[in-house]
């Protein structure tokens, strides 16, 4: 059938799709690899001591890149830096990237509570990205297309009634446990078909990139939700575009999950790196720093050091048992004194220190 793309796409398949090619011996070479180098990643996240702290610079990582995806852009450093201080004194950037990271965690949250998530845990998904007009879509008008040129790509099922149709079909996929096809072709099957009912007025892309990652822990292929997809696909974000118009308009199943098995494979081996190599500098930090320094609070300070490479007195203060300003400015000058930290400029007038080589390593992947 003929897809006009200035016609709302009511007729929008659900899920499973009818497309025969999940079983196509190139599709299933990558989803091997993939699923090896994703079992790698997990098994080194089990491994972890205080896993919620070390990866909270990843999943900041992860809100840069999804978000810039959608041209909210933000350094990673920018972005780091916002975690530390209140809203107010932060861009719209900023402010974006640091509900981005809300919103994925509350979506972990609500899987450890309770295994599931449903249409209302999608919306409440898009609402903590703090977009106006959140919600379930109930107007008509909204088309896809380059607002340079006024060009329409697609334009999406319309009604509420049948986005929820659409969406209850695709909860009920989501939280299906059956292992056929493999869990990583449905998350890719999964992630077409969010952004193909497009259900949000705004939020549809970056919605559902948190509700990837989020299968996989649903689904116990992560520990964490620490996988950074969304790097590779805003490094190729015009093939992104192009594949999932290749579904929609020619049924072209098998080169966009080649793609998100790629994505996911070479994401995967990056993040493991990348964390191993965390690992080896915080040993570094132990063994040629805090280990002669005669600090009592040592093990907390190296903690705290890696759950961010931007540091202030307060934010020191409230994730440490260190209670003094004293020793909280004894702490920031010995570890300035010794060449770890640097000063950096600050939105407040509180002093802003940073881990340069930290910062680098975070970086460079």
């Known amino acids: 059938m003929k897809i006009d793309p200035l016609q709302a796409y009511n007729s929008l398949p659900k899920l499973p799709p009818a497309a025969n090619v999940f079983n196509d011996v190139l599709i299933l070479k990558k989803t091997n690899q993939?699923?090896?180098?994703?079992?790698?990643?997990?098994?080194?996240?089990?491994?972890?001591?205080?896993?919620?702290?070390?990866?909270?610079?990843?999943?900041?990582?992860?809100?840069?890149?999804?978000?810039?995806?959608?041209?909210?852009?933000?350094?990673?450093?920018?972005?780091?830096?916002?975690?530390?201080?209140?809203?107010?004194?932060?861009?719209?950037?900023?402010?974006?990237?640091?509900?981005?990271?809300?919103?994925?965690?509350l979506g972990f949250q609500k899987i450890q509570k309770k295994q599931f998530l449903t249409t209302n845990d999608f919306v409440d998904i898009q609402k903590t990205l703090n977009i106006p007009h959140s919600g379930i879509r109930n107007l008509p008008g909204t088309r896809i297309g380059n607002s340079l040129t006024g060009q329409i790509f697609y334009t999406p099922p319309e009604g509420e009634d049948n986005i929820r149709n659409l969406l209850k079909n695709f909860e009920e996929y989501y939280n299906d446990h059956h292992t056929d096809p493999d869990y990583l072709i449905k998350m890719a099957i999964l992630h077409y078909q969010f952004e193909a009912i497009h259900p949000f007025f705004d939020g549809n892309g970056r919605t559902g990139r948190i509700l990837m990652v989020l299968y996989l822990t649903l689904h116990n292929i992560l520990f964490s939700p620490t996988l950074f997809i969304s790097k590779y696909i805003n490094e190729n974000r015009s093939k992104y575009y192009q594949l999932l118009k290749g579904v929609t308009f020619a049924d072209a199943w098998q080169e966009w999950i080649l793609f998100m098995l790629e994505a996911t494979c070479q994401q995967a081996r990056k993040t493991n790196q990348l964390i191993l190599d965390i690992l080896k500098l915080k040993n570094e930090f132990k063994t040629n720093v805090l280990s002669k320094l005669n600090l009592v609070y040592a093990p907390e300070l190296s903690t705290y050091i890696f759950s961010n490479a931007f540091y202030t007195k307060t934010q020191l203060m409230a994730h440490t048992s260190i209670k003094s300003n004293k020793t909280a400015i004894e702490y920031f000058g010995i570890l300035q004194e010794k060449g770890v930290l640097k000063i950096a400029s600050s939105p407040t007038k509180e002093k802003l220190y940073y881990f340069p080589k930290f910062l680098e390593l975070l970086e460079s992947y």
């Open 34 to 105: 993939a699923n090896k180098a994703v079992s790698e990643l997990n098994g080194l996240l089990r491994t972890l001591e205080n896993p919620d702290i070390i990866l909270e610079p990843l999943k900041v990582k992860e809100a840069v890149e999804s978000s810039g995806i959608e041209n909210i852009n933000t350094t990673f450093s920018e972005a780091l830096q916002a975690e530390l201080f209140s809203t107010e004194k932060l861009s719209v950037e900023q402010k974006e990237t640091k509900n981005y990271k809300k919103a994925l965690l």
